[in-house]
C-alpha cells in the first residue's frame, strides 16, 4: 500500500500564509464568484469565493443551475420513458447511465437478462468510460494550458461516437437500454469495428499521456496541489477515480460485480499522494484497463438472446411478431401504455460508473410506474469536498482542483 | 474492497528538468498529427456517412402501393417521452379501398422542437408508419415553422418497403370468412 501523505493541511498552508505577509501587505478580503459560465467550471457550476490576495480563504459551490426535477419527472411516466432522462445524467457517458438504470429496475422485478445482452452492456459502458475519460482528461489538461490533448482526445471520442451511432442510432443521447434488455442487436462486423478501435486507440493514448504525465510545467500545475487525504476521502464520501486517486481502491466492478464483470480480469489503480496529478495518473490507467476489459468481452462474445426472452410483461415482443399476431400485439399495447410491470417493493441499486458511484433507489407499488426515483449522482458527492480541498491554494490551482475532479452539472443538478 | 495497483510516480531526473526533452517528444508528436489523415469534414460541402438505423428526424412512410400506413392508434402520441407529437383520429370512407382499416390520422402534427430523437415512436409502431430517418439537421425562423404537420411528414418519409401488408392479409382473410 502506499505511503501516508506528508503535505500540511490545506488551512494550516492558507494560516501560515497568511501570517507571512507583513503588516502593511495585509488587505481586506474580496469576495469573488466563479462561474455560472466560466470555461473551468464546466458547466455550470459556481464558485462563491473569499480571497485574501490570491489565496482562498473560502470556497462555497452554488449547485442547482442546471436543475430539471429528473426525479419527479420519473414519477409520471413508465420505467421505459425514463431511459432518455437517464441520457442527460453524465450527459458524456449516457450508456453507461442508461446500463445502471436498467439494471436498478432489473433488480426489482428480480429479472436475469441472457449473458449476450450483460457482456453488451458491459462492452458499451466501458466505451463510455473511455470517451468520458477522454474528455475529462482533454477538458483538465485545457484547464492548465494543454491545447493540444483535448484536440486529440476530442478526435479518438469521434471514433467512439461513430461506433455508438451505429450501434444505438445516436451519438450522444443514446437511450440503448430497455428494462430487460437493450434496443437492438449489436449490427454485423461492429464487433471488429469495435476491435480495430482499440488496437489503433492505445498507441495514440499513450502519446496523450506522454505530452502530460512527465511535462514538468504540467507536474508543477497538478503535484502537491488539491491534496486529498484519504481520510477526508471516505469521509466526504467520493467516489470513482477521485476516491482512488486518495488511494482506496474501491471500485464496484470488483467489489460487488454487477452484469457479469466478475469474468473479466482488470486491475484497479489507485493513487498514492491523492493530489491532482494522481486523479490524473488514475484516469490514464483506467483507459487502459477499459480497453482491457472490452478485448475481453469482444473475445468471448456470447451468442443467444439478447433481451430476457421470458419476460413477457417487461420487454416488448420483437417487431415482426407484433405486425403478424394478436397476441403479441395486445403485448405490445400494454407494455407501453401499463409501463413494464415491476412488483412492489425497494431496491437500491449502483454502478460505477466514470465519475463515480451513480446509485439508483427505486420504489415501486408495482405496476409500470415508480412511486419514487433517487439518483445518488457522483458528481454532487465529489463536489461537495470543494469547501475543505480549496481553502488555502491559488486562485490558479482551483482551476487545476475543478478540472481534476472531473464533474458533470447535468448529474450533480439532474 | 479491492486493495487497488499504486500507480508508480518517479521524480523528474535532471534533463526532464530542463524541459528540453519534453519539448522535443511534444514537437515531434505535433508533427506527425501535421500529416496524419483529417478527421473533420468541411460540412455543409462534405456530409458525414449516415450509418442504417440512424435516429434522425422522426417521419410517417407509405406503403409500396402509396397507401397511408398509421392507423391513428396514438400509441407514439402516447409513450412520446416529451410529448412531441399530436394526433387528431379520423375516419375512412367505409367505401373507400382502404375502408376495413377503418381509421387514419385527420391530423398528424410533430413539434420538433420538443422532440428529442429518442425513437421511441418507431419502436412502439405496430403499423411501422412511423421511422426516424437519414435527415439530422432541421431549420426554421418561426415556432410554425418548427412543427412538420401531416403533409410534410410524408413528404419526408416517402415510401418504405413492407414485409407484411398487413390490411391486405386481414381483408383477404375476411373475404374467407376467417378474420381473426
Redesign the interface.
Known amino acids: 500500500m502506499a505511503s501516508e501523505f506528508s503535505y500540511p493541511d490545506s488551512a494550516a498552508k492558507a494560516a501560515a500564509g497568511a501570517q507571512a505577509a507583513p503588516a502593511e501587505f495585509q488587505t481586506e478580503k474580496m469576495s469573488l464568484s466563479m462561474g455560472p459560465s466560466h470555461p473551468s467550471t464546466h458547466g455550470v457550476l459556481r464558485l462563491q469565493m473569499e480571497l485574501d490576495g490570491e489565496i482562498l480563504t473560502k470556497a462555497d459551490p452554488v449547485v442547482g443551475y442546471l436543475h430539471r426535477g429528473d426525479e419527479k419527472i420519473a414519477e409520471n411516466m413508465t420505467y421505459n420513458q425514463f431511459v432518455p432522462y437517464t441520457d442527460r445524467l453524465d450527459y458524456l457517458a449516457p450508456l453507461a447511465n442508461n446500463m445502471a438504470y436498467a439494471i436498478a429496475v432489473e433488480r426489482l422485478a428480480k429479472l436475469e437478462v441472457p449473458a449476450r445482452c450483460q457482456a453488451i452492456r458491459v462492452l458499451t459502458a466501458e466505451m463510455a468510460r473511455i470517451s468520458a475519460h477522454l474528455m475529462g482528461l482533454g477538458a483538465f489538461a485545457l484547464d492548465v494550458g494543454a491545447w493540444s490533448v483535448l484536440l486529440y482526445a476530442l478526435e479518438e471520442r469521434e471514433k467512439l461516437y461513430k461506433l455508438f451511432e451505429e450501434l444505438t442510432g445516436a451519438r450522444f443521447t443514446t437511450s440503448y437500454t430497455r428494462i430487460g434488455g437493450v434496443t437492438r442487436d449489436v449490427p454485423e462486423g461492429w464487433l471488429a469495428r469495435t476491435n480495430a478501435f482499440c488496437d489503433q486507440f492505445l498507441p495514440i493514448l499513450e502519446e496523450m499521456l506522454k505530452l502530460l504525465t512527465r511535462n514538468k510545467i504540467f507536474m508543477d500545475r497538478t503535484v502537491g496541489v488539491g491534496v486529498i487525504s484519504k481520510a477526508d476521502a471516505l469521509a466526504y464520501g467520493l467516489t470513482g477515480p477521485n476516491l482512488r486517486g486518495s488511494g482506496v481502491g474501491l471500485d464496484l466492478r470488483k467489489d460487488k460485480p454487477y452484469s457479469g464483470y466478475e469474468q473479466y480480469e482488470f486491475d484497479v489503480p489507485v493513487g498514492t499522494k491523492g493530489d491532482c496529478y494522481d486523479r490524473y495518473l488514475v484516469r490514464g490507467e483506467e483507459m487502459r484497463q477499459s480497453v482491457r476489459i472490452i478485448r475481453q468481452v469482444i473475445g468471448k462474445f456470447p451468442d443467444g438472446p439478447w433481451y430476457a426472452t421470458d419476460a413477457k410483461r417487461i420487454f416488448a415482443p420483437p417487431k415482426d411478431k407484433v405486425m403478424s399476431s394478436m397476441e403479441e400485439l395486445i403485448q405490445n399495447f400494454m407494455i407501453v401504455t401499463e409501463g413494464p410491470q415491476i412488483p412492489a417493493g425497494e431496491v437500491y441499486f449502483e454502478a460505477e460508473n466514470p465519475k463515480g458511484i451513480l446509485g439508483f433507489f427505486i420504489v415501486s407499488k408495482g405496476g409500470g410506474v415508480p412511486y419514487r426515483l433517487k439518483i445518488r449522482s457522483p458528481s454532487f458527492c465529489n463536489l461537495s469536498i470543494l469547501p475543505k480541498v480549496c481553502v488555502g491554494n491559488l486562485i490558479s490551482d482551483v482551476v487545476s482542483i475543478l478540472g481534476s475532479l472531473d464533474f458533470v452539472m447535468g448529474e450533480c443538478d439532474r | 474492497?479491492?486493495?487497488?495497483?499504486?500507480?508508480e510516480?518517479k521524480p523528474?531526473t535532471f534533463a526532464?528538468?530542463t524541459?528540453v526533452p519534453?519539448i522535443l517528444?511534444?514537437l515531434k508528436?505535433?508533427w506527425q498529427?501535421l500529416v496524419r489523415p483529417k478527421?473533420t469534414l468541411e460540412y455543409p460541402e462534405q456530409r458525414p456517412a449516415i450509418?442504417?438505423?440512424?435516429?434522425g428526424v422522426p417521419t410517417l412512410v407509405k406503403d409500396p402501393h402509396g397507401r397511408e400506413k398509421c392507423v391513428s392508434?396514438q400509441?407514439c402520441e402516447?409513450?412520446c417521452?416529451p410529448k412531441a407529437i399530436r394526433i387528431t383520429p379520423g375516419e375512412i370512407a367505409p367505401d373507400a379501398p382502404t375502408g376495413h382499416v377503418e381509421k387514419a390520422p385527420k391530423e398528424f402534427e410533430i413539434d420538433m422542437l420538443r422532440c428529442?430523437?429518442?425513437?421511441?415512436c418507431q419502436?412502439?409502431c405496430?403499423?411501422?408508419a412511423i421511422f426516424?430517418q437519414n435527415q439530422f439537421s432541421m431549420t426554421g425562423y418561426t415556432r410554425e415553422e418548427m412543427v412538420n404537420n401531416k403533409a410534410r411528414l410524408y413528404e419526408l418519409g416517402g415510401t418504405l418497403p413492407d414485409?407484411?401488408f398487413?390490411w391486405d392479409k386481414k381483408l383477404e382473410a375476411e373475404k374467407h370468412g376467417n378474420a381473426?
Open positions: 474492497m479491492a486493495t487497488g495497483t499504486p500507480l510516480r523528474l526532464e528538468r524541459y519534453q517528444s511534444g508528436t505535433t498529427h478527421e450509418p442504417p438505423g440512424y435516429r392508434c400509441l402516447f409513450v417521452p428529442i430523437y429518442c425513437g421511441m419502436e412502439v405496430p403499423e411501422e426516424l414485409d407484411h398487413k381473426h
